[in-house]
Every structure is written in structure tokens, then in C-alpha cells.
């Protein structure tokens, strides 16, 4: 079993910049691939990226490719999602998540089994 907390949510404007972390305690962070998911007002949750456990593979949706960064340091239990290039539509609670998904899967919610609380993140000017 392993608990996550994310951290670093907030406001920013358009074109700005934030930095989500996720920390984990329990199990080892070593056993899982680490996803970060996001849910907006009245919208299903989406996979926006993910990294495998040995941080050799990446993955992100297409709305968030060249603007946001997956990373992990599994020495020190983290998972961070750099955020540039900001916009409005990116505003939602963000999810990190621990699982074993396998390829079909890594982008769906279903391959992950141990959720954070979420964090805010709101894009206004």
C-alpha cells in the first residue's frame, strides 16, 4: 500500500507556470507507475501524464505535450508535473496516482489503484 499527497497547486496566470509534487509514503515507490490525472468542473477525469517506475518512459495527452514535464526521484518518494505555458483550460484538480498499468492502460484511470486527494490548479487572468 502506498498514500499519496500532492502538493503545489494555486493560481497562475495565462502563460505562467506551476510545479505539482507528489509524495508518497508506505511501499516503496519503486513498485509503481506513477500517473497524473486531472478533473474539471463537470468534466470526467483525464489522463494528462505518466511515468514509468524506473523514469525511462514518459507519456502525456496531447493537450499537455510540450508544455508540461513528468519527473520522479524515487530515492526521496516524489513524483513532480511541471507546468509552463499555462491556460485556462488546463484549471482543474490534479490527481497523482500510483499503479502497474500495462501500455493499453497507462493513459486510463483503471490502471492505477492508489489515488492522491487532489490539488487545485486555477488559470485565470
Known amino acids: 500500500q502506498v498514500q499519496l499527497v500532492e502538493s503545489g497547486g494555486g493560481s497562475a496566470q495565462p502563460g505562467g507556470s506551476l510545479r505539482l509534487s507528489c509524495a508518497a509514503s508506505?511501499?516503496?515507490?519503486?513498485?509503481?507507475?506513477m500517473g497524473w490525472f486531472r478533473q474539471a468542473p463537470g468534466k470526467e477525469r483525464e489522463f494528462v501524464a505518466a511515468?514509468?517506475?524506473?523514469?525511462?518512459?514518459?507519456y502525456y495527452s496531447d493537450s499537455v505535450k510540450d508544455r508540461f514535464t513528468v519527473s520522479r526521484e524515487n530515492a526521496k518518494r516524489t513524483v513532480a508535473l511541471q507546468m509552463s505555458s499555462l491556460k485556462p483550460e488546463d484549471t482543474a484538480v490534479y490527481f497523482c496516482?500510483?499503479?502497474?498499468?500495462?501500455?493499453?492502460?497507462?493513459?486510463?484511470?483503471?490502471?492505477?489503484?492508489?489515488w492522491g486527494q487532489g490539488t487545485q490548479v486555477t488559470v485565470s487572468s
Open positions: 496516482a500510483a499503479g502497474t498499468p500495462i501500455l493499453s492502460t497507462v493513459r486510463q484511470a483503471r490502471g492505477y489503484f492508489h
Open positions: 508506505g511501499r516503496s515507490l519503486n513498485d509503481y507507475d
Open positions: 511515468i514509468r517506475r524506473s523514469g525511462g518512459h514518459t
